[in-house]
């Protein structure tokens, strides 16, 4: 029962520090840099959402660097936006997340760099001064990822050992069994 109750209590608290304390979005063009993006504390950590409202049968590669006051990349990250059909099935991804630890007071800015085609245009091209996204910036608590998984990893363990000790599951079994 304390291993059920401590991981309660982990993922309890892995929900508090996942909580936003404030959400920006906006409509942006990949042309510039967009920004700022204004950390008040060391080690600030945002989750950055790209939603990409795309037309039909097209894909678009979006690589995005986060760049610090001085216009240094601290880091980057990207992915690739799709719509795709056919006779009776379809496929898109057009949201793409990812959590971003901002080491140092101060403000920071986004960097696109966006290739991509359509089923008119088989080739691949540069897309960054035509492309809009939307993006979307939640400041988190903390990190809650470990709290999260150690929470899961602890309530299993104690089912388990819950288990052992009551033999419910094996007891319930026997009455199933001896009802036949």
């Known amino acids: ?50 939603r990409n409202g795309q037309v039909r049968q097209s894909w678009r590669n979006v690589e995005v660097d986060v760049l610090d006051s001085r216009q240094r990349a601290i880091t980057a990250f990207g992915g690739e936006f799709f719509h795709e059909s056919g006779y009776d099935w379809t496929e898109s991804e057009r949201t793409r997340s990812v959590k971003v630890v901002l080491p140092k007071p101060g403000n920071y800015y ?6 991509g085609a359509s089923s008119r ?9 035509s492309t809009n996204l939307a993006v979307g910036i939640e400041y988190k608590r903390g990190g809650s990822e470990v709290l999260n ?5 602890i309530l299993i363990i104690g089912v388990v050992l819950n288990e052992i000790r009551n033999q419910s599951i094996l007891t319930m079994i026997g009455k199933w069994s001896d009802s036949d």
Request: charged content about 15%.
């Open 1 to 50: 029962m304390v291993f059920i109750g401590f991981s309660l209590l982990y993922l309890a608290t892995g929900f508090f520090f996942n909580a936003t304390t404030n959400k920006i979005e906006r409509e942006v063009s990949t042309a510039s840099p967009f920004g700022p993006i204004t950390a008040s504390e060391k080690d600030t950590i945002v989750e950055i959402t790209l």
């Open 110 to 115: 986004l960097k696109f760099n966006v290739t």
């Open 121 to 129: 245009a088989r080739t691949g091209k540069d897309l960054t001064a």
């Open 149 to 153: 998984w150690l929470g899961i990893a």
